[in-house]
């Protein structure tokens, strides 16, 4: 007769959990790019910091979260987003980034979305789009 040890099925349990629910969710990043396909800039906003640098064609600064929300809410209203093509992504120091194509009614933007963990959660610290030639 088999004796198990409870101690060995418990770790193999907690193990196994542990690597399924690191499929089972999304990290931020992917979320963040999800919120770009779809030109979510309520979504995309969710993973703002507290100040974030914005970069347009026509303007760039540091914002608060909410001015840098209704910013980006306006650019992606005005261009009509269509999707977003993701080129690259990749660990920073401290963080993700990722940079691809956001496709517009007017044209395609360069996107660089660059973010810091702060506490237990990842934050966008700088978002910039850049007209492609």
Same mark, same amino acid.
């Given at each position: &007769?088999?004796? *198990? ?10 193990? #196994?959990? &542990? ?5 089972? /969710? $999304?990290?931020?990043?992917? %979320? ?8 979510? #800039? @309520?979504?995309?906003?969710?993973? *703002?910091?507290?100040?974030? %640098? +914005?970069?347009? $064609? +026509?303007?760039? @600064?540091?914002?608060?979260?909410? /001015?840098?929300?209704?910013?980006? =809410? @306006?650019?992606? @209203?005005?261009?009509? +987003?269509?999707? *977003?093509?993701l080129k690259h992504k990749g660990d920073s120091p401290g963080g993700h980034y990722c940079i691809g194509t956001l496709q517009t009614k007017t044209g395609n933007y360069r996107a660089h979305v660059f ?6 959660? %990842? +934050?966008? =610290?700088?978002?910039? *789009?850049? $007209? &492609? %030639?």
């Amino acid at each position: &007769m088999k004796t *198990f040890n409870m101690k060995a099925i418990l770790t193999s349990l907690l193990a #196994a959990s &542990m690597v399924m629910m690191s499929f089972a /969710q $999304p990290s931020t990043i992917d %979320e963040v790019i999800g919120a770009l396909r779809s030109g979510d #800039a @309520d979504g995309l906003s969710k993973y *703002f910091d507290d100040n974030v %640098e +914005v970069t347009l $064609p +026509v303007k760039s @600064d540091t914002y608060s979260k909410a /001015q840098a929300q209704v910013i980006v =809410k @306006d650019f992606f @209203d005005n261009n009509n +987003v269509k999707g *977003f093509d993701l080129k690259h992504k990749g660990d920073s120091p401290g963080g993700h980034y990722c940079i691809g194509t956001l496709q517009t009614k007017t044209g395609n933007y360069r996107a660089h979305v660059f973010m810091k963990s702060k506490g237990n959660k %990842e +934050v966008v =610290k700088e978002i910039r *789009f850049q $007209p &492609m %030639e």
